[in-house]
């Protein structure tokens, strides 16, 4: 299996790591548009190899899609990380040309590739793939909800004190401060989380989970890398191996929850043809208004683009 990942930046160059050392594929491309850097990070991980023993080939190429050709998946993490004080929403100029140009590039050497956006404001920017590239909707695909989940789930574990692991949890919506997280569908090792964690606190987690990426901009001045590159990774895998696992990804709505006019994080099944199946949750009434709120969010954003 050949991956392409687009942005040797903060989050592609540790996606493509991730990608390298579990041996998720057999071929690594990483492409920038920087002189050198994705050649540089490319032979960086490559000599790694010998140490973390593993053998899949990274290759770095600047600008060069010819390299790229035949891929299975391209990850698209080029464009501008925000910086303290802006909204993912500010970065809609820039990084929507940067995604139209890398999308266009890349489909014309990989047409049968399924993409994984993660460049901001990511809902809109796997709409613009979308619409660039004409593929079908089960093929162009957004990274969030893995991240926005793990966040909250590495939330929980240490409020809790227990393994990460043992939290299983559903997030939905746009990757924003208006995400929905849902509770009801939260669980430690099997025992509902409000069992377990009292109302005021688990709201506590759910606001920080909202803002998880702003709280990681005013930490570092730039946006997060290691839980979005492994959680892109994550995603690739799903697909090249085929496993058929349950993620919320950011998809175009077609009728499912009674939406089929914008890009939203769903829970779904990711296999090798990329989204298998949406999963519709029956959601109450309160969790289904959240949804509502996040959705006209993401559609006045969707609208920007537009014009
Ligand atoms: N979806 C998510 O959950 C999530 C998480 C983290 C970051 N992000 C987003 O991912 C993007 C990348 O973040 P980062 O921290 O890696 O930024 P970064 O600045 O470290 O890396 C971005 C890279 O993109 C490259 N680039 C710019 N234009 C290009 C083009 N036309 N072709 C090829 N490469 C190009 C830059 O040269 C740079 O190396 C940002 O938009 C950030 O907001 C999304
Ligand atoms: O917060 C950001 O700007 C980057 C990313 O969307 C994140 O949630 O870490």
Redesign the pocket.
Known sequence: MKVTV???????ATCADVLAYREIANEVVL????EG?AEGKALDIWQKAPINLYDTRTIGST?DYEKTAGSDVVVI??????KPGMS?DD?IST?AG?VK??TENVIKHSPEAILII???P?DVMTYQAHISSKFPRTRVI???GI?DTARYRAFLAEELNVSPKDIQAVLMGG?GDTMVPLPRYTTVGGIPVTELVDAEKLEAIIERTKFG?GELVKLMG????YA?GS?AAQMVEAIVRDQRRVFPVCIKLEGEYGIDDCYLGVPVILGKNGVEKVIELDLDKDEKELLATSRKHVLEVMAVLDK
Do not use: E, Q
């Open positions: 687009v942005g040797a930046g903060n989050v592609g492409l920038d548009i920087k850097v600008n993490t080029s464009g501008l990380p925000r993912r970065l990084n940067i140009t890398v993660v460049s901001n990511l957004g990274m969030a991240l990757h990426g730039t946006s997060a890398w979005p959680a």
